[in-house]
């Protein structure tokens, strides 16, 4: 086996954190003293109670931070970044904490740039249908923002409610919407960022294109290693003048997944194409009433925009797709309080998941689309091999599979059985053609899985890039690549944590 | 034909002499090199690749050489590598929307093929029987569709390059969505040669289907052409490619305009018939409701003809213009770049105002000999000038070699600490210099 099963605790050699390879003399309590001088006493947060949500994202992991810094503003982040790396301490970029790879967790000994109080909306373009913002925007509050214009930002993740652009720009964020428009990078237009030593940079431009080596697209998904955005240019589109939403409900993931391939064989990319199986569809519904039958064994949710002319065609195509692949009912809303019931179930499903065990771990593989059938039926042998229950809702279209580990970890040896089963899972895709991860990053996560998709090589070719920005490796050290130093993943606490909004 | 160069009979000697090609009548700007390598396979390739690396020989990839003329004045050209034997299809998967090919296909042969399953990469190049796709991703070539789709950055999922080392390294996969790793893949497009040989791609594909139309749509001055498409290009019903532009380029298609300072809207539009059929429509009642006098519509044949000669016009060797600049800036100042400019004669502009996009074309006209070098420098200077006064970026796309000489293409497209960064991607990469040296930015 190519992965190494997580052992020990997440661990940060000192060569990755310091090019001497040696701490900072600095005692801790006169680096917050500096930090305080930057941002202001009420800004840094060090007191070990105060720390403590911040030792976690919305991974498995956990690493306490020794501070949280807050900016006001870009200068302050700059300054922060110069104040580290001249004490030779690491640093993670911090949104709103809701990644599920390990991101924003803090290197040990390092600090959390966290970037919530730099959550303006500085500037809405109409003319060139673009916004500038801050980092720690929320994704949904600039979508919401801008429709005002008639404009929307169209990728839209797993918590669009809760997550910031900043930690989006840094995974490369995708979410239902993405099968149509792509992922994050196809949206960042510039950034202005902050690399280890604090020097500024700036990426792109409001041009949607400019010459040299693309800095920018390289950037995003960089899992903050190279620098840390301060100020961000998104794309904006207008919004569709027809948009239709199809439940298809079938009687088993196969028929449904054969109703996928036919769609995209029809030549139709929709908006959006998620499937949602018989036990998402069960939880779901013990929590509300979506309006998807109880009796199905899986439903798809299929978005279609664009001119009326063209909804109206492709809406039939679909429809005879849905039923030749055996759907036993198919419903359509137009109406926005009809489709947003019906999306109501896929942004339940996951905060749904805590009615029926109340652990889970998500796996985030994606495989050709043609392989669905074959990769479900894995995950249904994975489930019965290890015992584990899963739950499936995904984004069907683009093959990002979310298989859902649901589990009690009181029971003895179930915690194990489903990290065993994840990783048989990750490795399943990976020989299907697939790859690691779809839209969460690799992180902590996934980092010792690296191995299975990439060569030595490879990697090493990737780090030449690292290298160029943050040639001391500062920035998130520890992460995404493997280093022989495996780590314990500590599980979900409890699914109330999950915001009950968020879909992934 | 004998192989003169040293180089030439090194390389023939390392590779065999079907893989060495004559180097007459083979230039990079004006200059000979001294020998053509063109390697039957990916072992080839990297064996020459180990071997310019131990001998610093440096080498210039090339797929149809259609934008060889792009990048600084090379010092010292030693071997062009010709990528053309890299060709295949390596996986074509119709029903997943996705394929990989070596870099040395032409995009020509790459539609042909991905059409038998009904899918389409969108991707543009002039001469489309020539460009490869390597080249392609070379240039970040973006042609009159990028408003709607996307440059080659948006496309790519997957690369092999081969790197300094001779050894062949991937990024990305073969699925439409993927956060594994580093995203060198856009680190890759646009690069210019410098960081590696690209030897294969993957991409994401569109379904074929629909039908085209177009419309040209003359208008009595560029600024009025220009502020009606920006007002076409924010309606729902937008053509998916909209393009502005002057007299001279007008006359070069084959198109009517009016008067000296007149204008001509191209809609380009593809899709469903009832959607195309709307969307000409409506695009034919604004821009005349914007002043536009007798405008022609044009068929799906019409249409995708006109496109073809729209993107091959500035690169065509039988009629090259003497000078080429593109320019990028934010859209909503296309109209007050194109009105700052003043053409010298034999100038002509193609707008692209839903992008945000201008290039400038001049065909030297007859008779002007010794004294041109000193209109097109001024020429160059200006635009770059008021690139920059609308926050955009100017490159010299083509020139003479005598001109290029004196300038850098790249001039004040990149800030100083921004090229900090490049230098040392280069450096990390390609170590000891020998891809493409000097041709990019900051003359890497």
């Known amino acids: 086996m190519l992965y190494h099963r997580p052992t020990g605790s997440l661990k940060v050699s000192s060569e990755q954190i310091s090019p001497q390879g040696k701490w900072s003399a600095v005692q801790p309590a006169q680096f917050v003293e500096s930090l305080k001088e930057i941002v202001g006493a009420d800004y840094v947060i060090f007191h070990p109670e105060d720390l403590l949500v911040y030792e976690y994202d919305g991974s498995v992991d956990r690493s306490m931070p020794r501070a949280v810094v807050l900016p006001a503003n870009e200068d302050e982040a700059s300054r922060t970044l110069a104040l580290a790396y001249r004490e030779g301490v690491p640093v993670a970029g911090r949104g709103s904490g809701t990644g599920l790879s390990g991101g924003a967790l803090a290197a040990p000994g390092g600090i959390q740039i966290s970037f919530t109080r730099m959550n303006r909306i500085l500037q809405v373009d109409t003319e060139n249908r673009t916004a500038t913002i801050e980092p720690g925007v929320i994704n949904l509050d600039l979508d919401t923002h801008v429709r005002k214009f008639g404009m929307r930002y169209a990728p839209d993740p797993s918590s669009q409610k809760a997550c910031s652009l900043g930690g989006n720009i840094a995974e490369n964020a995708g979410g239902p919407h993405c099968l149509a428009y792509g992922t994050t990078t196809n949206h960042v237009l510039g950034m202005r960022v902050a690399l280890e030593d604090g020097t500024m940079l700036n990426l792109g431009a409001e041009a949607r294109e400019i010459p040299g080596y ?45 109703a996928v391939s036919a769609v995209i064989g029809h030549g139709i990319v929709p908006a959006a194409l998620e499937m949602i199986d018989a036990l998402s569809i069960r939880a779901v519904q013990n929590v509300t009433d979506a309006g998807y039958p109880e009796d199905a064994g899986a439903v798809l949710l299929i978005e279609l925009e664009g001119l009326w002319e063209e909804v109206d065609e492709v809406s039939r195509e679909v429809e005879s797709a849905l039923w030749e692949t055996g759907a036993s009912d198919v419903r359509v809303a137009e109406e926005d309080s009809e489709r947003e019931r019906l999306w109501l179930g896929r942004k339940t499903a996951f905060g749904a998941f805590g009615t029926i065990a109340p652990n889970y771990y998500l796996v985030d593989g994606v495989v050709p689309r043609t392989r669905l059938t074959q990769v479900l039926r894995k995950v249904s042998e994975v489930s019965e091999k290890y015992g584990i229950t899963i739950a499936n809702v995904f984004h069907a279209g683009d093959g990002n599979l979310h298989p859902c580990m649901l589990f009690d970890e009181r029971e003895p040896g179930v915690k194990d059985r489903a990290m065993a089963g994840a990783a048989e899972l990750m490795e399943y895709c990976v020989e299907m053609g697939g790859s690691l991860s779809g839209e969460h990053g690799i992180g902590l996560e996934k980092k010792e899985f690296m191995p299975l998709v990439y060569t030595e090589q490879d990697m090493d070719t990737m780090k030449l890039v690292r290298d160029a920005f943050a040639p001391a490796n500062r920035l998130n050290p520890g992460k995404i690549f493997p280093d022989g130093e495996p780590y314990e993943p500590s599980l979900q606490r409890t699914p109330a944590q999950a915001d009950p909004g968020m879909y992934v | 034909m004998t192989l003169t160069s040293t180089l030439a009979q090194n390389l023939s000697a390392l590779v065999g002499a079907d893989a060495v090609l004559p180097v007459e009548g083979v230039s990079l700007d004006g200059v000979t090199p001294q020998a053509v390598a063109r390697p039957a ?94 080249g392609i991703l070379a240039t970040g070539f973006s042609g009159p569709l990028r408003f709607s789709s996307g440059l080659p950055r948006d496309w790519i999922i997957g690369a092999c390059v081969a790197g300094s080392d001779g050894a062949e390294t991937r990024a990305g996969g073969r699925v439409v969505k993927n956060v594994t790793g580093y995203d060198l893949n856009k680190l890759y497009t646009g690069s210019l040669g410098t960081l590696g040989v690209i030897v294969e791609a993957s991409f994401k594909l ?239």
Not at chain 2, 236 to 241: E, H, I, L
Not at chain 2, 304 to 317: G, N
Not at chain 2, 350 to 359: N, R, T
Not at chain 2, 372 to 391: M, Y
């Open chain 1, 214 to 258: 693309d800095l920018r697209g390289v950037f995003v998904g960089s899992e903050g290693t190279f620098g840390i955005a301060t100020r961000i240019t998104v794309r904006l589109l207008p919004l569709p003048e027809t948009v239709k939403t199809f439940l298809g409900v079938f009687p088993d993931i196969d028929s449904a997944c054969s």
């Open chain 2, 41 to 134: 396979d990916r072992q080839q390739l990297s064996e020459i690749i180990k071997w310019a690396a131990a001998d610093g020989v440096r080498l210039f990839p090339r797929g149809g050489g259609v934008f060889s003329s792009l990048g600084n004045l090379p010092s010292q050209v030693d071997v062009i590598l010709d990528l053309s034997r890299l060709n295949r299809i390596m996986d074509y998967q119709p029903a997943d929307l996705t394929v990989t090919a070596e870099a040395g296909i032409t995009l020509a042969t790459l539609r042909r093929e991905l059409a038998q399953g009904d899918k389409y990469v969108p991707l543009e190049a002039p001469l489309p029987h020539r460009a490869t796709v390597g």
């Open chain 2, 206 to 444: 569109a379904p074929l289907h629909g039908t085209w139309a177009g419309l040209a749509a003359p208008f009595p001055s560029m600024s009025g052409a220009v502020n009606s498409s920006r007002e076409l290009i924010s309606q729902v019903y937008a053509p998916q490619g909209l393009q502005v532009i002057s007299v001279d380029v007008a006359k070069k298609l084959g198109l009517d305009c009016p008067g000296d300072s007149g204008a001509v809207v191209l809609a380009f539009i593809s899709g469903r018939p009832r959607a195309v059929a709307r969307r000409l429509e409506e695009s034919t009642r604004q821009l005349e409701a914007g002043g536009s006098a007798g405008s022609e519509a044009l068929d799906e044949a019409g249409a995708r003809d006109l496109l073809d000669r729209l993107t091959d016009l500035p690169w065509l060797e039988e009629d090259m213009p003497s000078l080429a600049l593109k320019v990028t800036l934010p859209p909503s100042n296309v109209g007050s770049f194109v009105d700052a400019m003043e053409l010298p004669p034999g100038a002509g502009i193609i707008a692209d105002p839903g992008f945000g996009a201008v290039q400038l074309l001049r065909w030297t006209p007859a008779g002007l000999g010794d004294s041109d070098p000193g209109v097109t420098l001024a020429l160059i200077e200006s635009v770059r000038r008021n690139a920059t006064n609308l926050n955009g970026s100017a490159v010299v796309e083509v020139c003479p070699p005598g001109v290029k000489a004196g300038i850098d293409v790249w001039e004040g497209c990149v800030g100083e600490a921004e090229l900090e960064i490049m230098r040392r991607i280069k450096q990390n990469f390609d170590p000891a210099g020998i891809f493409s040296p000097g041709r990019f930015v900051g003359r890497l």
